[in-house]
């Protein structure tokens, strides 16, 4: 807790560490380290083994190795085709081989020398004819008196890193701090409790991690282990203490049984609600219905239907005589929720406001001015919904849509009104559902499973770019037919090098000279917002047969006349990333089909990286699209592929990241570290903690978390 000695210290900006200068500090930020604690649980997510030598012929091919011999060829290479500079050095140790092979860094071979003693690590990528190859291996350039049997290695933790941070210079500035902080890192897990269930101390694990040497598997294993429980308990107490601040809400909401408004509602409808979407909204209508305030996540696939669950449960706040408000994550999602809600609400005589951050003044005082009106509404806006000082009156209930998107902080400006309103959360992202129980352990959760009836699967195909003259083709064919095509590029971003064909690029070349005939469209992340929001009008009215466009078309863009998905570079995107982008087409009745394109270079060197972390070559990765629509089961490999810290692509904000924790296969430790915050939140209460735990305890929830909770005494 703020005040102790072990606050103070691990709450200090890293810049206080030994080494960390003002631009390793911003850099370090930028993987998510500011302060000490930032810092001491950024663990590596993997390691180097430096600590044994073997010779060329042990090597195992897809396996890390370091290798040990002398010099005996070096050469520069230029391959004719593909213009790469190749560069290569063979190695010789005993009689069998290794030959190192670096792209495009002509200037290694000036650092070696034939005789010279090297050695090698990195992954051995197949052998030819007895000569174990690797690509872009590490060199460690030695003495000549050098003998492998007086070699002293280590193994050594690699970090998630940005340009410009090395790991060298991350593992110094983890020595550092281990020497400086880890003394007053203290154990907030009481002796018998640790001892119960079998976990080691915790500064013990944290020096492991950070510093393994050569520590053994089992060791290693045994401080993971507790740091697993660690991430768990964490969230768990986050989850824990939401509740009990939940349940001290205000909640002031008398909401009605259904009535004639939603019989009419439904009526109107042109289609009728599944068995999935009724019964989630019975969940909904009974938490709704309770007299506490409703905190109900609510999943379901891309295209399931949940618009509409939440559409009825809108018109049940308003039938009960408040106003109701639904929130997107974007303007163009808001724009087409408003759309959809307002044909609905039309024919049954409810008003459906909008609101969004660019309105001006004077849209702005209409619309508080319809806010005093006495009459009920809808409310569709932006997240800028929540900057709005004067909030919503009357408010019943809240939707947020895509909540991954929206912050804690965000969620929390909600609840800043005098009585909180009901609230439900939409997701289209399916999380599996261990990692949703444990990341929204503090919410009541309802699933539609099943997709309404009469969806035809859509067609994946994994192919080569050497198809895309087919693809092009494919496209006009469909084209022909009336229906729509999006040809997506991954995201125009200059954190990356590697190139990307970036969408506005490939709008030119394709409009000229592959589809001079069709009309093409244009969206990306850099457009005005006016003219991406006409470019997706004339494309759902269909004036646009092609849409060439980055991710922002990812979340809950409708037009269900659109039948083809290309996707470029397919290999650069997360799983469920892909399916999230594919759920944009398959909405109507026509059968869709999405090509990726797989531009995985042939040069094994440039991408090794990737298998290596997952064990699955880019292909096996991307096949699993061709053989699955159900976003769960994609979830699940995706979940299995990049664990759940990577699992969204991005950094949560809100959540303490689970970087060791897997709720997939760490369920023993997920047991555990439920039970030790149940048991440690409930002797705090009952002030049956020991001093010093209590102190190391909420001195831990003070540093997760901040000053979130203002539950009294926490
Ligand atoms: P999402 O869950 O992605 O938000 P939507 O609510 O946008 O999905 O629904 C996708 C499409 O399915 C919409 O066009 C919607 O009108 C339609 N739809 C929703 N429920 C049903 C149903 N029960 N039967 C047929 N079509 C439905
Ligand atoms: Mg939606």
Redesign the pocket.
Known sequence: MPGTKEYELLQKPISAVKGVTARRAALLSRCGVATLWDALTFFPYRYEDYSKIVRPDQVKEGSEALVYGKVLDVKAEKTFKKRLKLVKVLIENSGSRALGVWFNQPWIAERFEVGKKVLFHGVCHGSFSGCVQMTNPDVIYLEDDFHPDNYEGKRLPVYHTTEGLTQGVIRTVMGNLISEALPSFREYLPTDELKRSGLCDISEAVKLLHDPNKTSDEELAKARRRLVVDEFFALQVGNVLTKKVMQKENYEAHHLVPGKLIVDFLNT??????KD?LSVLSEIKNDMLAPRPMHRLLQ???????????ATAMLMAIESGYNAAIMAPTEILARQHYE?LKKWCDRIGVDVLFSYGGMKAKEKKELLKRFEEEKNFLLVGTHSLLHVKEAVPNLGLVVI?EQHKFGVAQRAMLREAESVPDTLI?T?TPIPRSLAMTLYGHLDISV?KA????RIPVKTYVVTPERLPSVWNFIRKEASLGHQAYIVYPQIDESDKREAKAAAEMFEVLSKKVFPDLKLGLVHGRLEKEEKEETMRKFRDGEISVLICTTVIEV?V?V?NASVMVIEDAQRFGLAQLHQLR?RIG??KLQSYCVLIDNTPLEKGEEYSQPLLTGMTENRRLEVMAKTCDGFEIAEADMELRGPGEFFGEKQSGHPTLYLANPNRDKRELIIAKELAEKLIDAYERGELAPEVKEAFLTRVALRYGTEFTVPGF
């Open positions: 409808l042109p289609f009728k609600l599944t979407q379901g696939d891309v295209g399931s239907g949940k618009t509409v669950v939440a959809t849509d939409m289209a539609i997709p309404p009836e009469g809950g409708d269900p759920g909405r109507g």
